[in-house]
């Protein structure tokens, strides 16, 4: 089962090559969102109602990104 997921990106900011730095250009982000397992059909395990025995509902995301580009990077003087 599919559905989309809206995820909160944040962008981290970025810089061009640097002498000491071989790997060139970069950028980076930050994202977070959640899910439900019980939207995509994986209800085993919830807690009964007005317990708090199993495995919860809710899925929450978080992810940390850094992307690099020598054909991006930028000499600088």
Do not use: H
């Not at 997921?5 to 980076?28: E, K």
């Amino acid at each position: 089962m599919t559905k989309p997921v809206t995820l909160a990106v944040t962008y981290n900011g970025g810089w061009g090559s640097m002498p000491m730095d071989p790997s060139g250009a970069r950028i980076g982000f930050s994202a977070t969102g959640s899910l439900n397992r019980s939207d995509f059909g994986m209800g085993y395990g919830l807690p009964a109602p007005g317990t708090t025995m199993g495995v919860w509902d809710e899925v929450k995301i978080e992810i940390e990104a850094e992307f690099t580009s020598k054909e991006a990077a930028v000499a600088l003087p």
